[in-house]
């Protein structure tokens, strides 16, 4: 194995940034927000954030992604709370028109985050469970109080059966880039 080198090209990158300054700020906006109906896993509103809270979501992730050297930041484009009540669960989706997402969790013990890929055309079983060697499969993503977790929008996701005996609460965000971005002929001013 000595004359064997691997290179890991093109990964796929989730960020875990600690949030937990603004895990109270979050919990008092829940408290004032209203869901779409007794059983509505999701908020009547898609613009939850305050533009102040925004403002702390935005540094937070554009300082987490600096090291990509993006050359325009990103802002806050749309952002829920979730909930997902005892023994229910949040089917598999992605999140379309945006680039990043996020999901922020201000309460212990909740169920993690489950990021998947499908199988390729052709498949051969593998046995790693090592999300850098995995070519496809579900990895799951600790939902630690005051963690956002940002993944790329075209990631499929979900949320396992909720066995807590009590709701289950995140707040959901998406990004996208803001101001002029060109590459040579191609141009696009996102504001």
Known sequence: MNNVVRTKAFPTLIYEIDCSELVGEVRKLLSETNFIGPNSFV?????VLNDQLKLKFEEKVNSAISELEYQIPFKVSTSWFTRTEPNKTIHKHRHTNCYWSGSFYFYDDCAPLLITKEKPQIFVPFGSCNPELMMSGTIQMRADCGKLILFPSHMEHYVS??????????LAMNFMPHGVTRWYDSEYNYQ
Do not use: L
Request: glycine fraction near 0%; proline fraction near 0%; charged fraction near 45%.
């Open 161 to 170: 059966e909720n066995e807590s005996d009590r709701d289950r609460y995140s």
């Open 43 to 47: 908020s009547d509103s898609f613009y």
